[in-house]
């Protein structure tokens, strides 16, 4: 397993209307294609998350896991305006000779999968078995079988939408007000606006988790305390964190692009659009999640033709759609090895 870069030199054409002379993906594919190519699994990443599953997944991918390269042809790509090897911000305007910085033209999560079909292609993809992805990987994941509905064989989006909601959109304008408060974020420079992204991931943690969450794992045990509490210094070690391996252009470029998620544009509606994805669909929820939440999970369970809804309870809030990796792999065995289920949409917890 590797890192790899594919380059497409060719023009492309963003749902904005701006035209790029190529980009770049920054990918992994690990495990080899069998004989007739029909062992492939796609991963889909989340925001700030890279194209290493193994990294963020180790409980689901990796040698001795579920989806294991000695069983399946792997690939995962870095998305588009990231800092993990794809064509991003700070990567060079071929126009001006510099980085973009500011003038770079976010893709749409619509844009994202049609730049993923040329590399597809390259790898010799014909068939996918399976397609998976929580959150904004969800989201590139139902784009895509809408837009190629015979490409999956079966998807399991988790914690994600058919589109991005004004509740979750209004977390993710409040996080770039955050970056555009930093005095620096104007600047050309790599570390413009770092400040305002480590406010802007405390926003962002308030919707991962959940009170429940705070209440069990950040309780302050000095009863007499007046200050520096718990879940203060918390907020402040995952800004840090952070700050430590992104950078704010790509955290405000990417929450622009999850913002643009809308399955029905230019399709209608958006129970036409779902309509259209004839994949297989094991569509997993997580209880208590605030941003992407059970309502939203049901809607795509009664719209998606035959689509089963796995809700998995979980303390962790969205972020258990990372860290409940044993339940996710009960739900992906049981499809695999049920695969003459009757279709029809049908709701289960997973304990």
């Known amino acids: 397993m590797s890192h790899k870069t594919f380059s497409y030199q060719a023009p492309f054409e963003l749902e904005s ?10 990918y992994h594919a690990f495990g080899k294609l069998n004989a007739d190519k029909s062992n492939v699994v796609w991963i889909f990443h989340a925001l700030t998350a890279n194209s290493n599953p193994v990294d963020w997944w ?21 998305m588009p305006g990231s800092c993990y090897g794809s064509l991003g911000p700070l990567s060079i305007n071929p126009i001006t000779g510099d980085p973009f910085y500011h003038s770079f033209p976010f893709f749409t999560i619509r ?29 590139q994941l139902l784009e895509w079988a809408i837009e190629e509905p015979e490409l999956f ?46 406010v802007a991931r405390g926003v962002a943690l308030l919707s991962y988790r959940n009170q429940e969450t705070y209440n069990f794992n950040q309780i302050d045990t000095d009863l007499n305390s007046l200050s520096s509490f718990r879940s203060e210094s918390y907020q402040r070690y995952q800004g840090e ?19 643009s998620h809308q399955v029905g544009r230019g399709r209608g509606s958006v ?40 809700m998995i309870p979980s303390g962790f809030g969205h972020d258990g759609f990372l860290l409940e990796f044993d339940a996710i792999s009960s739900i992906i065995l049981d499809f695999i090895q049920l695969e003459n289920r009757s279709p029809k949409s049908t709701a289960f917890t997973v304990n």
């Not at 790898?123 to 929580?134: A, Q, T, V, Y």
């Not at 941003?291 to 998606?304: D, G």
Request: proline share 4%; net charge neutral; with cysteine.
């Open 153 to 198: 064989e079966h998807i399991v989006p988790i914690a994600t939408n058919a589109f991005h909601s004004p509740w979750a959109r209004a977390f993710n304008a409040s996080q770039r007000h955050c970056i555009e408060l930093d005095a620096t974020w104007k600047n050309n420079d790599p570390q413009a606006g770092i400040d305002g992204m480590k």
């Open 271 to 310: 129970t036409a659009a779902l309509k259209k994805i004839k994949a297989k669909t094991h569509l997993i929820g997580i209880q208590f999640d605030l941003l992407f939440t059970e309502k939203e999970q049901a809607f795509l369970a009664e719209h998606i033709p035959g689509a089963f809804l796995y």
């Open 17 to 26: 209307g701006i035209l790029l002379p190529g980009y770049h993906l920054g």
């Open 111 to 139: 844009d994202m999968i049609r730049a993923y079909q040329s590399l597809k292609d390259f790898l010799g993809i014909g068939k996918i078995k399976i397609g998976i992805g929580g959150s904004m990987g969800g989201q």
């Open 241 to 259: 964190k952070l700050a430590a391996r992104f950078n704010a252009f790509s955290y405000y470029f990417l929450s622009q692009s999850m913002d």
């Open 58 to 78: 180790p409980g689901l991918v990796g040698s001795g896991h579920l989806i294991d390269p000695d069983n399946f042809f792997i690939v995962c790509v870095n």
